[in-house]
């Protein structure tokens, strides 16, 4: 890894850029009804929604007097929460606590009054793990199961696409192509969105011309696998930069802002237009295009938030004068900020907006539904075209069975009210920061160097499992609902229940017996003579990280196969008995059940 690329990430990345406004955000009533239910290594916090609230913020104090601090799950990006409830599990068992929620309007106003508080106490483990209920309604007649994993996922640039170079000994582009192209085949992924389309290494620029080679190229290759691009219109290219030296990652992008703004605009209005010369309009009508990358960090964007207000709208108006159907959004930014200044200043200036695009890792992605509604833009589209379980590059947990219950519980919490959550990123083969290291490095990628799946990319296929219609579901018992949740749905002969037993608290990655859970699904009305088949994904089944324990640092090919076998989820039959099926459910684990005829 370049050390230079990592060490101005690592003093930058926290750096955001303005937060003044000109607008203020509104002042929310804290959450009614909220209660604390200490479990079985756990305390679970409930509360009504509030009207207006992205989020809310969990606070907790030990003892009867002591200050209330933010509740950490130690994510490394925002704490917030979009929905009740939340499990706690980072306090010490037989340890009173005093919990409140505070209602948060965007992530950077966390400073709104706190609720009443209230009292619980995480128990002590016993011998026996506790039971919770799930019950199914297999006979209700069930709505359309969203899925917000389709529309899209993330890639490193895609100009990898055509590269030859070698990393572990597998060629770059060939191997990037060929995980892309299992997300289409085996998960409909229909987009992918990445950075630098305008990088130095597409060449977009040639003297006094445009030269869109080198692009036509890219969105070729991958037109030709079945996926469409979101056109992220970013870096700024070295020709049109007002200061070239201010760059990002281990490749040199450029974050400066233009020159010249009108050339920015040429240079947008040209790559639009020689697309739709290219595709075809009704083809690149179905793309969308997202004005740049994360510009409320210093580490992507050199300029002010008033000059990329000002490169949105000249983006805007440059992708509308090709014709005004096409789509464009932003800000793009990092950990769901300057969503409400992006439309604040859209609306009193009358710049368009289809779509808000927001990222943010660690937590269930935030609801800005509320900034939409409180601008006017209620028909706009919500893209969060990041979200993963941590944004720290060569972090062990993205190698985890925990990242991949984790994604199941965020894909779950956004269904209905996002229009696409997108995984970053689809490969390991990735170099913000520099080339992969090593086989397993903490990489961001659901698959490694030589297309493995990771246990995020066994929990997409257990996604892709679930029916097309969505049943009901109640929880009792010990954690059911908040630690232990469920996703039930249901084709013309086929029922499938995925469970799954999580904590966001990074610190129990690695599982905690304390946490463990038999799990009753009771499925009144269910024929009894179906048979019932589980398949699991938890450590040590499905885990990649274990089955490769002791490897080099580049498997062999024969390694390779080997591991793809012992890296498998487990299947296994169980019995219906009065209607009801029962399976454990360590933390962290899930297990899809699928109840058909014999």
Do not use: C
Not at 269 to 298: C, K, M, S
Not at 417 to 423: G, T, V
Not at 452 to 478: F, I, N, Q, W
Request: negative net charge.
């Amino acid at each position: 890894m370049p050390e230079h690329a990592k060490t101005d990430w690592d003093q930058r990345i926290a750096l955001r850029s303005d937060e003044r406004r000109e607008f203020a955000f509104p002042d929310l009533d804290p959450p009614k009804e909220v209660s604390a239910a200490g479990g079985v290594g756990h305390v679970t916090i409930d509360w009504s929604p509030v009207d207006g609230a992205a989020g809310y913020l969990i606070l907790r104090g030990a003892g009867e007097h002591g200050p209330l601090e933010p509740v950490d799950h130690h994510s490394g990006d925002v704490l917030s929460v979009p929905s009740p409830p939340y499990v706690d599990t980072t306090g010490t068992p037989g340890t009173p606590y005093r919990y409140a929620v505070v209602s948060v309007p965007e992530v950077t106003a966390v400073n709104g009054r706190p609720s009443h508080t209230v009292g619980a106490v995480p128990l002590v483990a016993g011998s026996i793990a506790p039971t919770v209920t799930v019950t199914v309604d297999v006979v209700a007649e069930g709505t359309e199961l969203p899925r917000p994993w389709v529309p899209m996922v993330g890639s490193e640039r895609l100009s990898q696409l055509l590269s030859t170079e070698r990393t572990g000994g597998h060629e770059i582009g060939v191997e990037l192509g060929a995980a892309l192209r299992r997300m289409h085949d085996e998960l409909r992924v229909r987009t992918v969105r990445a950075h630098a389309i305008f990088h130095d290494d597409t060449h977009v620029i040639d003297g006094d011309t445009y030269d869109f080679t080198t692009v036509d190229k890219i969105y070729d290759k991958l037109l030709g696998i079945g996926l469409r691009p979101v056109v992220e219109l970013g870096f700024m290219p070295r020709e049109l930069a007002s200061d070239p030296s201010r760059t990002v990652f281990a490749y040199g992008a450029i974050i400066s802002p233009p020159a010249s703004y009108d050339r920015w605009y040429d240079l947008v209005r040209a790559l639009v237009h020689h697309l739709v010369d290219r595709y075809g309009l009704d083809e690149v009508l179905t793309w969308d295009f997202e004005v740049w990358n994360e510009p409320n960090l210093e580490v992507f964007w050199s300029g002010t938030k008033a000059e990329y207000l000002h490169l949105y709208d000249v983006s805007a108006a440059a992708v509308k004068s090709v014709d005004p159907r096409l789509q464009i959004g932003g800000p793009s930014s990092a950990a769901a900020g300057w969503v409400d200044d992006l439309l604040d200043h859209t609306k009193r200036y009358g710049t368009p907006v289809d779509f808000v695009s927001t990222h943010t890792y660690g937590s269930p992605p935030l609801d800005v539904r509320a900034s939409l509604e409180r601008h006017g833009y209620g028909d706009a589209r919500i893209l969060w075209t990041e979200w993963g379980v941590t944004p720290t590059h060569f972090n062990p947990i993205n190698d985890s069975v925990f990242s991949g219950v984790f994604l199941l519980r965020g894909m779950r919490s956004a269904a209905g009210r996002i229009d696409a959550l997108s995984y970053w990123v689809a490969s390991d083969h990735f170099e913000e920061l520099g080339r992969p290291p090593r086989f397993l490095h903490g990489g961001f990628g659901l698959q490694t160097v030589g297309g493995l799946a990771k246990p995020r990319y066994h929990a997409l296929t257990l996604l892709s499992r679930l029916g097309p219609v969505e049943l009901p579901v109640t929880y009792g018992g010990d954690g059911g609902g908040s630690l232990v949740e469920a996703w039930a749905s249901r084709d013309r002969d086929r029922i499938a229940v995925l469970l799954w037993n999580l904590t966001l608290d990074q610190t129990k990655a690695d599982g905690d017996p304390g946490l463990s859970r038999r799990v009753q699904v009771q499925l009144p009305g269910v024929d009894p003579s179906w048979q019932v088949t589980a398949t699991t994904l938890a450590i040590g089944t499905g885990d990649l990280a274990t089955a490769a324990a002791g490897l080099g640092d580049w498997p062999t090919d024969a390694e390779l196969a080997d591991l793809a076998e012992r890296s498998r989820m487990a299947t296994t039959a169980l019995e219906l008995y009065d209607g009801a099926v029962e399976v454990n459910l360590p933390m962290p684990s899930a297990v899809l059940l699928e109840i058909t005829p014999r």
